[in-house]
C-alpha cells in the first residue's frame, strides 16, 4: 500500500504543457507505469505534430512554380485537346503519369520496407489507389484549379467525390489521379532524378492519409 500522493507531469515544449494531477489513495507501480506511458504517448503526438505542421512541402512548393520546366505537362489532362486544338498527345500528361505512378509506388514500398511493415503489397494499397490520391491527396493541394482539362465537357466531374463503380474503379475522376501521378514524375525529372525527394513527398502523404478520416 502506497501513502496518497500527487503526481504533476509536464511537457516544456513549443505546444500547450501537459499537465496531470493525480491523487492516490492505493497505487500499485503498475498503474503509476500506465499514467507515464500515456503522457509520453500524448508528447510523441505533439512532437510528431510540430514536425506535421513545420513541414515545407515540396509538392505543394513544386505546384504553384509556373517557371517550372516539366509542370504544364503534368497537369494537361488528355481531354484538353478537345479545349486547345494545338495541344497533341506528346503535350498530355498520360506517359508522365505512367511513370510518376511507378515511383510513388517504388517510394511507398521503401518507406513501409523500412518500417518493418509485414504484406507490403497489400500494406501500399492503402496510399496509392486512385481513390487516395483523389479524395485525400488532391483534395488537400486544391488540385483541381490548377489542372488543365475540357472544362466544357459536362460529363466529367469537377469535384473530389471519388465514387467507385462495381470494379472499385471511378473512370470519370481518373483524370485527377493522372494529374497527380504525373506531377510526381515532374518533379522527379525537375529535379535532377532525385528519388530521396519523392520517397520525402510519399512519406508526408502517408501522415496525410494515415491521419485522413476519408478512406
Known sequence: RYSPYACEVYYHGE????????????CTKAHFTAII??????RENFVMQDKFDGYLDKFDEYLRDENQPTRLKALTAKSYKNADHS???RDTNCELATYGDALLKCAFCKILFDEGTEEITEKKKN?????VLVKIIARNYDFLKYIRWDKNDEKIPKDYNYTPKKDGKDPS???IATAV???????YLDNKEDFNLVVEIANHWKMLIDQSEIQ
Open 15 to 26: 505546444g500547450e504543457p501537459l499537465r496531470t494531477d493525480v491523487i492516490f489513495d492505493q
Open 37 to 42: 506511458d500515456n503522457i509520453s504517448k500524448k
Open 87 to 89: 495541344v497533341q498527345d
Open 127 to 131: 496510399y496509392e489507389s486512385d481513390a
Open 173 to 175: 475522376r481518373k483524370y
Open 181 to 187: 501521378e504525373a506531377l510526381i514524375a515532374a518533379i
